[in-house]
């Protein structure tokens, strides 16, 4: 029954995968779970492998006499492990799970009751700076807006929005800059509240990471049904599926 | 006796539609009225921020004390950031105000650095004194304007809903006294960013363009080539290329492309002048994690090295489900140059990269002479505050709020549960930057 709520990947708690800075996942969770089990880590158990995450693993090393480096591999989670004997994984509720599981392989029944139970949140890493709702906020704009145009189009319109963000003539906000009456089309008529689907969500993360298919525009129109004479004085940068963007 | 049955039900009927469609009509009033009430608020605090903000800058003019100007100016500076977001909650699609809206930033901007600035020691220059006086200047036929509308509204019972729903319709005359009056205050004689003193131009937004580049001109076809080497993903079909259009300051191809086998689709930018990649995208299905995120920022570093991307250092990574975004810069003798940086992309099923940027390395790629600091590391690292523990620390050169690059030692230190990345200028031990990571 549990099993079939979870993608594969996330059945052993500690896999074999290496784990560095930004890297996320049930791996790093338990990860951040022991190391602060013996005190090494005070943060906020996240399952996202950040710089909290980075120097407390660092300190731990250097405390065991390993190499520095900050990178957590077989070797190190063999340590840790062994560091956190009475540890108990809050996922699973077994104690060292990737023990367990290994010697429970045969045993069908325990194997099943060491699975994870699911979370009630998935990990979703979202770019420094920006929450998960402002990001959000954003792909259901893009969505509204863009949602017919090719990928492309979308991490742009996206970047037009984060470009009125730096702009003096605009606010200084996402949800400022969004529901500014009269400035997105697909915030006056609803559509924003569509529900957003993945590809709008990527295009909005790569817009943060900082690709701009614009170079810098903080204005865009659907030449076919623009009716403001002023928008087409603009200097203009380049055409997008069914969009001129520009200055 | 049937007949009557039947009339009386349908009166019933008809007083029944007859009560919803006035409850409709009455509900679908008030929230025009509430709109339109909105509308109102917010133009009429415009109004009277202006108004507040001229009194407050004329009487700048005439203080001399620290004292006195610093509060003063520091209240500029709030109510300059109020009236923006006044005006951003008015319907003014069609109407140009973005130069208005960008002296307020500017006032904003100006009264927040000189409100902070110990005037004691660093009073107002003769320059900065004249930029108060244009300030004030404009504030006042601003205010002018804005007044001329109010009293129109007033007078004239106009109400905002009508430009709103002007602004709907397509075809409809744009001729209505709100939008006259705005746009006659937006053609006041602009204030531009050289009135605001030669240190005074938005970095930020200068960085994002594209900057004037030298070298040889490529042609389509040669940019479809550099564009197959630098995209991982072979068997290319329906390559479109595009030319940008003449505001961009430097023209840039752009180049799509399907794939087969995997099913994907490529898109990437240009320059025409020198043939330089500003980025790429690649879309594809990613289906589950094979490889590690380390393994992945390896992978990444062996294409940039082998696209000719040389001396380029790993700074940080971040997984998104099964992408991995890596950040990498331009090291040159162990100092870190952050204008020159790199993003990758990288797809975590096989380690292909499926995206770069390198816009930002394109337009400040350059050799350059890196200044001997005039501090010493640990001069510099006694500037910084001391409940911080530093972990890591080097030289870098910075891209400050100016857009100028400036050599700076850069501390990664903790505090408590926080990791902050603090740029100390290596010449004169100014804090440049303090970001929380």
Known sequence: MVNSYLPKKEVNAFTSQVLSRGSTGQDVKELQERLKFIGFFKGKVDGIFGWGTYWSLRNFQNEFDMKVDGIAGPKLKEKLQKATKNYKNTATGTKNSTANNASNKNNNNSNKNSNPIPNKKPIVNAPSGYTNNDIKLMANAVYGESRGEPYIGQVAVAAVILNRLTSSSFPNSISGVIYQPGAFTAVADGQINLTPNDVAKKAVIDAINGWDPTTGCIYYYNPKTATNQWIRNRPKILTLGQHIFCK | ?437
């Not at chain 2, 007949?3 to 007859?18: R, S």
């Open chain 2, 1 to 437: 006796m049937r007949n009557g049955i039947i009339i009386g039900a349908l009166c019933a009927a008809l007083a029944g539609t007859g009560y919803w469609g006035y409850t409709q009509h009455k509900n679908l009033q008030n929230t025009h009225v509430q709109a339109e009430n909105n509308y109102q608020r917010a133009f009429n605090e415009l109004a009277y921020d202006i108004d507040l903000l001229h009194d407050k800058i004329g009487s700048t003019l005439a203080m001399n004390s620290r004292t006195s100007l610093s509060p003063e100016l520091a209240d500029v500076w709030r109510i300059s950031i109020e009236s923006k977001s006044n005006i951003a909650q008015l319907p003014l699609k069609f109407l140009p105000f973005d130069k208005t809206q960008a002296f307020l930033t500017n006032v904003g901007n100006f009264s927040y650095r000189t409100a902070i600035r110990d005037l004691e020691k660093e009073p107002l220059t003769e320059q900065e004194y004249s930029t108060l006086k244009g300030i004030y200047k404009k504030a006042e036929s601003v205010q002018n304007g804005l007044r001329g509308v109010q009293t129109d509204i007033m007078n004239k019972n106009l109400s905002w809903m009508e430009v709103e729903t002007m602004s709907a319709q397509r075809k409809a005359p744009r001729d209505n006294v709100i939008m006259n009056g705005f746009k006659h205050v937006e053609q006041t004689k602009a204030t531009t960013d050289s009135d605001f003193g030669p240190t005074f131009s938005n970095g930020q937004e200068e960085s994002k363009g594209l900057k004037k580049l030298t070298g040889k001109k490529i042609n389509e076809s040669e940019a479809i080539k550099i564009a197959k080497s630098f995209i991982s993903i072979k068997n290319s079909k329906d390559i479109a290329v595009n030319k940008s259009l003449n505001g961009s300051a430097e023209p840039f191809f752009s180049i799509s492309m399907e794939h087969k086998r995997p099913t994907a689709s490529s898109y990437m930018e240009i320059t025409e002048t020198g043939g330089y990649p500003l980025f790429f995208i690649t879309t594809r299905d990613i289906s589950s994690q094979k490889i590690s995120l380390d393994d992945a920022s390896k992978k990444g570093k062996k294409y940039l090295d082998s696209k000719k991307y040389t001396d380029m250092e790993l700074y940080d990574s971040s997984q998104y489900d099964t992408i991995g975004v890596f950040q990498f810069v331009k090291t040159v003798n162990k100092v870190r140059i952050y204008p020159e940086a790199i993003q990758l992309k990288v797809a975590l099923d096989n380690g292909q990269v499926i995206g770069l940027n390198a816009k930002n390395y394109v337009t400040s790629n350059h050799v350059r002479t890196i200044p001997k600091p005039k501090l010493s590391m640990d001069q510099a690292r006694k500037k910084i505050n001391r409940n911080v523990k530093v972990q890591e620390e080097r030289l870098a050169i910075l891209l400050s709020d100016f857009n100028k690059e400036v050599l700076c030692y850069e501390f990664l230190g903790t505090l408590g549960n926080d990791t902050y990345d603090i740029f100390i200028n290596a010449m004169n031990g100014r804090e440049e930057k303090v970001k929380k990571l």
